[in-house]
Nanobody, 119 residues
Framework: QMQLVESGGGSVQAGDSLRLSCAASGRSLENYVLGWFRQAPGKERDFVAHISWTTRSTLYAASVKGRFTISRDNAKNIVYLHMNSLKPEDTATYYC????????????WGQGTQVTISS
């Protein structure tokens, strides 16, 4: 069973930066895709970015492309979400998720970390 634990959330001002971390344990991440999603109050959970653990290929939502960067530390089994030029509309609970490359859905989820951006 895979465990995902997010950290790094907080409250910052617009224009600031934050780095979220997701520590994965329980199994090898080879052939997995690690993703970040976010959910604002009263809204659906939205895709933010993902990275293939094996190939390092990445994909970003249009709303964060150019401001957010997803990366991974193979030795530590951690995936990061570097968030720059934060906006109030980035305020949400951010979730880490994992799936094998052959799946479309994400069966493994972390508990989430809150990010609040004030103007």
């Amino acid at each position: 069973q895979m465990q995902l634990v997010e950290s790094g959330g907080g409250s910052v001002q617009a224009g600031d930066s934050l780095r979220l971390s997701c520590a994965a344990s329980g199994r090898s991440l080879e052939n997995y895709v690690l993703g970040w999603f976010r959910q604002a109050p009263g809204k659906e959970r939205d895709f933010v970015a993902h990275i293939s653990w094996t190939t390092r290929s990445t994909l970003y939502a249009a709303s964060v492309k150019g401001r957010f960067t997803i990366s991974r530390d193979n030795a530590k089994n951690i995936v990061y979400l570097h968030m720059n030029s934060l906006k109030p509309e980035d305020t949400a609970t951010y979730y880490c998720a994992a799936r094998v490359t052959s799946r479309i859905d994400y069966p493994n989820w972390g508990q989430g970390t809150q990010v609040t951006i004030s103007s």
